[in-house]
């Protein structure tokens, strides 16, 4: 309990659990709505989406992380994969047709699921001497309370409507991600 009062006190994780509250939500509420995301497509092109965004997450889960831990850099990949998320989120957003949406959903996969992996390093390194399963479990739960109340209010205001607000929520968090100190 010590160590979780102590990770609740450090700025940067403050930071760190506003960044994955929106963007873990953002991805747990369109990897669980992506049906009503894809309304306009087919049941099977709809998996292909969802299963596109989930390839384009693993690739970017096995590519950028390396980089950050080779450079010894973090903030830089953080900021990078939430403004490169971006164009993802949007083209989910406005694309109704396979091509547009496969493209889209591979780019936004790759880029907020390589975002996690050096996200809970940097909240490791923060945190420190707290143990690294301790920050990594508050960031998940921070996470998965979001996509909770993202998933609902995706369901109470409408796909679209929930979608630009994910826009700018991401548009928020590119400049909350600037906060970070390295």
Same mark, same amino acid.
């Given at each position: ?47 292909? +989406? ?48 396979? +091509? ?5 959903? =591979? +780019? ?11 996200? =809970? ?50 548009? =928020? ?10």
């Amino acid at each position: 309990l010590k160590g979780i009062t102590e990770i609740f006190k450090i700025r940067d994780m403050q930071w760190l659990f506003l960044l994955f509250f929106i963007g873990l939500g953002i991805f747990n509420a369109v990897s669980t709505c992506i049906d009503q995301i894809c309304s306009n497509l087919t049941m099977e092109q709809t998996g292909m +989406v969802g299963g596109i965004m989930l390839i384009g997450g693993i690739l970017g889960a096995l590519v950028l992380p390396p980089f950050s831990d080779k450079l010894g850099k973090r903030k830089p990949f953080i900021v990078a994969c939430i403004i490169f998320m971006l164009p993802g989120l949007i083209g989910l957003t406005v694309f109704k047709e396979l +091509v547009p949406m496969l493209i889209s959903a =591979f +780019v936004f996969g790759f880029f907020i699921m390589s975002a996690g992996p050096i996200g =809970f390093q940097y909240g490791a390194e923060k945190s420190y001497p707290a143990p690294e399963s301790t920050s990594q479990g508050l960031i998940l739960m921070v996470g998965q309370i979001s996509g909770i109340l993202f998933v609902f209010g995706l369901n109470q205001l409408g796909v679209l409507t929930a979608m630009i607000v994910f826009v700018l929520l991401t548009v =928020f968090n590119i400049f909350l991600s600037t906060r970070l100190k390295e």
